[in-house]
């Protein structure tokens, strides 16, 4: 997981992000520690701490001495004495911490055996490391290959090429031992460097190559945690969680270091539950615990033969009915201390984003809906008078007035045109084939003057 923002520039520094390797962005700030004691001054007549801490390839991190009184600074790329030639690395800690760090790793500060930084590296220090950084992945893809055809049962996960290129180390987890002699040599006569095989357990690797979690986020062994503590599934039983292993194992294959985080919490909210194996004797029968919800402080018994009906109980209640029990002294029932829990009602959130579904788009839409839907919303009576035709002439021929009884006919009988009209006084349209009329323009000459 390097940074490819990150390659460094003719000076030597980094130049993509601009932030001398300490960017947030990828493995530049894997297991990264903040100096928080970088703008503070150091008291009168002491020295500052002689050591350094250098990060090299996947998260590995060694201290050396500066015996040379170098002025190094967090970001610095400097060379480091090995066994044999030199190394490539990063100055990741300087100052007062890394005397913490060290501590806190059990490295002796005050041992006469030390590895040293010799200097900042040069220019061609760093075209040599980085040209051996390139070559390590195609040397991957083969020695996985020698190893299948030798049927060695191994699994080469990285490889690493010391800052000189003198040296490659083969990372390799396997669940055997294994003869990899004749492996040695064929890696030696290919690639024609000296050879150097490391064993790594399952969670090493994992650290080293990186990965995202279940969880959305960078992996917690390539980020920041530093130990790895042993993980058994009664951590996973003591926080009520399904012994699946697809779920309960990680990258590595072995039980999520995150299983150890919240144990101590659920084991002192645990301490005052009644345990699960106690029984609960009452006049009715024996009740036996069927569930626990840790976060409510419920339990849930249920009668010897009658495992269908599950009476709930608080641990106050079930912690007084086996004081009880302790005292000799009878229940007459479960019941009496069975709690009726109302389901709390559930708050519907408004649809602030205006989106009804995410699917409302993949159904297609039929051809003849959009104008029916149009003919709908203009004329909304249009289904009731398709319905009945006659019903509009019928509700006419009753509104009308209704004659006197003493009337004759032939009074009923008026003019049409002097017969006021029962109907809207709206003015008739015109039809559109007959030309309309206008009327002459005073002001023109054309008008005839009386």
């Not at 150091?42 to 009184?69: H, I, M, Q, S």
């Not at 064993?199 to 650290?207: I, T, Y």
């Not at 006659?390 to 509104?399: G, I």
Request: positive net charge; contains cysteine; glycine residues 6%.
């Amino acid at each position: 997981m390097a940074c490819q923002s990150c390659a460094t520039g003719t000076d030597g520094q980094p130049k993509g992000c601009k932030n001398n390797g300490t960017c947030g962005t990828d493995s530049c700030n894997k297991l990264t520690v903040f100096d928080w004691l970088s703008n503070m001054s150091l008291p009168n007549n002491e020295k500052p701490f002689d050591w350094v801490e250098v990060r090299f390839k996947n998260g590995r991190k060694e201290y050396y001495k500066n015996t040379e009184n170098l002025s190094l600074s967090i970001g610095d790329i400097v060379a480091t004495q090995v066994q044999s030639g030199h190394d490539i690395g990063m100055v990741t800690l300087t100052g007062e911490l890394v005397r913490v760090q060290m501590k806190r790793k059990k490295i002796n500060a005050e041992t006469k055996e030390f590895e040293k930084v010799y200097r900042k590296a040069s220019q061609k220090d760093i075209d040599i490391w980085s040209a051996a950084r390139d070559r390590e992945e195609p040397m991957k893809v083969k020695a996985r290959q020698f190893a299948i055809d030798l049927k060695l049962k191994m699994k080469i996960s990285d490889i690493e090429f010391q800052g000189d290129a003198s040296k490659a180390t083969f990372y390799y987890t396997a669940e055997e031992r294994v003869d990899f002699r004749e492996l040695i040599k064929l890696f030696a006569k290919e690639f024609k460097t000296r050879i150097e095989m490391k064993q790594v357990g399952f969670r090493q690797e994992a650290s080293r190559l990186g990965g995202i979690g279940s969880c959305g986020r960078e992996l917690c062994c390539s980020t920041w945690l530093t130990d790895f503590r042993s993980v058994s599934t009664s951590a996973a039983r003591y926080q009520q969680l399904s012994l699946n292993p697809q779920k309960l194992a990680g990258q590595c294959g072995k039980l999520k270091c995150c299983l150890n985080y919240e144990l101590d919490s659920y084991l002192d909210a645990l301490k005052t539950f009644p345990k699960t194996e106690t029984k609960l004797y009452t006049e009715k029968g024996t009740a036996v615990c069927q569930k626990t919800d840790i976060f409510k402080g419920h339990l849930w018994y249920a009668y010897e033969g009658d495992w269908m009906n599950w009476h709930l109980l608080t641990k106050e209640q079930a912690n007084a009915i086996i004081f009880k029990n302790k005292k000799k002294e009878t229940v007459a029932s479960i019941e009496e201390y069975a709690v009726n829990i109302t389901e709390e009602p559930k708050t519907e959130f408004e649809n602030v984003v205006g989106q009804d579904s995410l699917t409302r788009f993949d159904k297609p839409k039929s051809k003849g809906r959009g104008r029916q839907n149009k003919s709908k919303k203009r004329n909304p009576n249009s289904a009731t008078k398709s319905a009945n035709p006659n019903q509009k002439r019928t509700a006419s021929k009753k509104t009308g007035p209704k004659p006197k009884r003493n009337q004759t006919t032939t009074d009923a009988k008026v003019n049409p045109k002097e017969a006021p009209t029962q109907k809207n006084n709206s003015k008739k349209r015109r039809p559109s084939n007959k030309p309309r009329k206008t009327r002459p323009n005073p002001n023109t000459n054309d008008s005839k003057k009386d």
